[in-house]
């Protein structure tokens, strides 16, 4: 069964420091989301990507966070310049095109690690 | 409450025995997903729930929705200790106004652990 993949599974970064954590979704999907879980808390919706746009963000996604699909098979979450606070395990989904009736296929996680 | 509130927080139970999981939301819905999260993986799709729905099974699955409670129940029948897990609850709000990118709003879960 197709499956979403994300690089590094771990990732430590000096505070300040730039990072980029990896995506790839499932083929033939259309709609893309990065969510974040910070130790012990829920889920959170970060960014929506559709049509090589950004549909829909949260109040977490400010200025040092980007998203791109840089070919037909990326998709990457840029964090300019992190805090601690970005501590998190970092989730890609992605989607299919029939609707928003339709289950997002999530990824394993990138846990990233801010000193 | 926020939306998409598990309860209990926490549920221990024998192999064999039903689990059930509920969740309240807060907002009017497209359609309500539960994943479940094995420790330190992503999360995996159970089930989907539309919001014109009032129940739905998948194998030992069972998953209702009362929309005018505003609430959900995932019931697992004749539990495995391989379903020990997180259980989350997470909705899809319409958009006013425009199109709905179906992000997903989750709750905190239900840990469950079932014992052999």
């Known amino acids: 069964e197709p499956e979403v993949t994300q690089t590094p599974s771990h990732q430590v970064t000096q505070m300040g420091q730039e990072v980029i954590l990896r995506c790839v979704p499932i083929?033939?999907?259309?709609?893309f989301y990065w969510y974040r879980q910070i130790l012990g808390q829920k889920v959170e919706f970060l960014v929506s990507?559709?049509?090589?746009?950004?549909?829909?963000k949260s109040e977490i996604f400010d200025d040092q966070f980007s998203v791109e699909r840089p070919d037909g098979s990326n998709f990457t979450l840029k964090i300019r310049s992190t805090k601690l606070e970005d501590s998190a395990m970092y989730f890609c989904?992605?989607?299919?095109?029939?609707?928003?009736?339709?289950?997002?296929?999530f990824g394993d996680g990138t846990r990233l690690s801010i000193l | 409450s926020q939306q998409g509130e598990e309860d209990p927080q926490a549920l221990s139970i024998q192999e064999g025995e039903n689990a059930t999981m509920n969740c309240s939301y807060k907002t009017s819905i497209n359609n309500l997903q539960w994943y479940r999260q094995n420790s330190g993986r992503g999360l995996v799709h159970l089930i989907l729930i539309r919001s014109n729905e009032r129940e739905k099974h998948s194998g030992r699955l069972r998953v209702t929705l009362d929309t005018s409670k505003k609430s959900s129940s995932l019931l697992i029948t004749a539990s495995r200790a391989a379903d020990t897990a997180s259980y989350f609850c997470?909705?899809?709000?319409?958009?006013?106004?425009?199109?709905?990118?179906?992000?997903?709003?989750f709750g905190q879960g239900t840990i469950l652990t079932v014992h052999p």
């Open positions: 083929s033939n999907h259309l709609y």
């Open positions: 997470a909705t899809v709000t319409p958009k006013a106004g425009g199109t709905s990118y179906g992000k997903l709003t």
């Open positions: 990507f559709y049509n090589n746009e950004i549909s829909e």
């Open positions: 989904a992605s989607r299919g095109t029939q609707g928003s009736n339709q289950p997002q296929h």
